[in-house]
């Protein structure tokens, strides 16, 4: 079946430090790819998301790119800040199937000290 | 004023009792989830409900239950409540054509 496979954290940096946090799914179509935030207390919002190949995902300063040759979207982000601080969950969707079918990666922790 | 709302926001029971958590939108979707949250096993699907008369089991509904009120609201029920359903709990919803999820803060649940 299909599945997300994301680096374990927890992932700690400095501010101003480069992200990346390395994403790759396995899918037996063409799926749609997702990066979803969960700030502490609260629940996962969508931070950017590609449907298709070469598609580049962006927002606040983040971005992945869709390579459907390594079956891979990491996140990236040049310069992160404390308040980047959260859990990152990687996701992918069927769009076949409306969305309902989303996989969830394990999500990765990152802690930003200033 | 949050879309997407949960109650309880914690909750203590113990291994035996019937608990239910509530889900409220707002947003106006038709679409709406049960997930819950395991530290290193991200989310995983417990139910889901296309409408108020389409509901659906996910990967992990043994021991779960759900009820779908309105299109607005969407319950799950612990039957009787053991100590590995000890976990997050966050409902989303979504409308029909559109892949993206919106989620509730989540509601933390302890079963001793």
């Known amino acids: 079946g299909d599945s997300v496979t994301q680096m374990e954290g927890p992932v700690t940096l400095s501010e101003e430090a480069f992200l990346t946090i390395n994403c790759t799914y396995t899918a037996t179509g063409y799926p749609s790819l997702f990066w979803y935030v969960q700030y502490p207390g609260e629940g996962l919002q969508l931070l950017l998301k590609a449907t298709k190949a070469d598609d580049k995902g962006s927002n606040k300063g983040f971005e992945a790119t869709y390579r459907k040759e390594t079956t891979s979207f990491h996140l990236e982000k040049g310069s992160v800040q404390v308040s980047d601080s959260a859990v990152y969950f990687c996701?992918?969707?069927?769009?076949?199937?409306?969305?309902?079918?989303?996989?969830f990666g394990a999500g990765t922790r990152l802690f930003v000290k200033a | 004023d949050a879309d997407v709302t949960q109650t309880p926001r914690n909750r203590i029971t113990k291994t035996g009792k019937r608990i239910m958590l509530e889900c409220s939108q707002t947003?106006?979707?038709?679409?709406m989830y049960w997930y819950r949250q395991d530290p290193g096993l991200g989310l995983r699907l417990i139910y889901y409900?296309?409408?108020?008369?389409?509901?659906n089991k996910g990967e992990i509904s043994d021991g779960y239950s759900v009820s779908r009120q309105a299109q607005a609201k969407f319950s799950l029920s612990l039957e009787s409540a053991i100590p590995n359903q000890t976990a997050l709990y966050f409902c989303a919803t979504s409308s029909q054509g559109e892949e993206t999820q919106y989620f509730g803060p989540g509601t933390r649940l302890l079963v001793l």
């Open positions: 409900s296309f409408d108020v008369k389409d509901i």
């Open positions: 996701a992918l969707s069927d769009p076949n199937t409306g969305g309902f079918k989303t996989i």
């Open positions: 947003k106006g979707h038709d679409r």
